[in-house]
């Protein structure tokens, strides 16, 4: 019984640590951001970042670490892009990508689980949550800046598809590399 419940002690302490690691790995990376002249919207290693955790944490842990950091941008810490932070980030133009970063975790770290990591499947998830992402921020832009859906698009999504698409592959190579050498750790 003792050995059990020390098991299930380890595993938390493990999930909590990963999931404090890839909150941090966001925190750390994603104030790097790139503006571009026509856009509100920069390009960041945000999303790639949140691809991997959908490998290392799954949807549940995943989707509890982006959570913490829109938390920790919402308190203040200039976590979000350009070293910006605050409820006025997350209410203004970019907000809704934000936001989005949830559903990216959850889809995506759905497809990992339940497909094993499978790529095909996982590429899908990843996909799949990215569009969701690009929908709900591209809705909300258009919104506070009074734009049509089709400008949001031209503004929002399409400068971004091919990074964002070389990041899911990178993601889809790496993730399953750090998720089977943490496996091995005790």
């Given at each position: ?113 339940n497909y094993d990591g ?15 992402t690009y929908i709900f ?13 089709s400008q949001g698009l ?33």
């Open positions: 019984m003792n050995k059990q419940i020390e098991h299930e002690q380890t595993f938390k302490t493990k999930i909590l640590v990963r999931i404090g690691l890839m909150t941090a790995l966001l925190c750390v990376i994603a104030p790097f951001a790139f503006p571009i002249p026509f856009s509100p919207v920069p390009i960041s290693f945000a999303t790639f970042i949140i691809y991997l955790g959908t490998y290392i944490l799954g949807k549940k842990y995943g989707t509890i670490s982006c959570l913490i950091y829109l938390l920790l941008g919402i308190v203040g810490l200039p976590v979000f892009s350009s070293f910006s932070g605050g409820i006025g980030k997350l209410a203004g133009p970019t907000g809704g990508y934000l936001i989005g970063y949830l559903l990216l975790a959850f889809i995506g770290g759905w497809f990992v689980e499978h790529v095909l499947p996982s590429a899908i998830g990843l996909i799949l949550g990215t569009a969701l921020g591209t809705i909300w832009l258009t919104q506070q800046m009074s734009l049509s859906f031209a503004i929002g999504v399409l400068p971004y598809l091919l990074g964002d698409s070389i990041k899911i592959i990178a993601a889809l190579i790496i993730g399953p590399i750090i998720k089977k050498r943490l496996q091995h750790i005790r």
